[in-house]
């Protein structure tokens, strides 16, 4: 591409949201390339090829920018399991194997998604806004991962506090995750789902025998 296609291409114009989706696209490119460091306002500027006063026009600021970012990573990866948990399967256990399978997901668990996570938890610690939306994030996960353990508590018959089932599963998967993100190979996908019912089946009384 020439230097002019390339010019001509930045300066095309967009709709309204077509430009917000490329200024967010573009914050959550340069954190995970740049780190919490590197990424800036002005790097993302640079990157879509824009004044400051543009993205002014949609965020009031870096962190206003920085907490639409984040809530566009984790409303994808939501996006992905609510459906999951919500939709009709023959049994509970079937529906929590598709939820471990969608919460491990390839699609969430890259580099894209592990480099901009790590940026938003260093940036947390000085931005009260950002660790709000991590609230929000962790009651929406907590609330979908109760629904679908509640349902396989009570198709096993178990007396189990779910509301512990579920703080105990999530940080298991989310220990996992950032395994598998920061490590691609490390733990075979077959391993990852037995390591999970291994704990689950313990959990709710049933022999190792009991795995799918």
Known sequence: MSAAEATAGRRKRLKPEERRLQIIETTLT???RDGA???SLRSVCREIGVAPSLIGHFYVNWHDLLVAA???LVERF???LAPVVDAPYPSARGRMEAVIDAYLSTDWAGDSSIGASIAFWQLSRGMPELKAAFG??????????SQALAALVAEAGAKVDVAQLTDGLMLMLDGVWLEI???PGSIAEARTHQMCWFWLDAALGRPPAAQT
């Open 70 to 72: 984040y809530d566009l």
């Open 136 to 145: 929000r994030y962790l009651a929406g996960r907590r609330q979908l991962l």
């Open 78 to 80: 939501m996006a992905k």
């Open 30 to 32: 340069c954190l995970a």
């Open 37 to 39: 460091e590197g990424a």
């Open 181 to 183: 993100s920061l490590n």
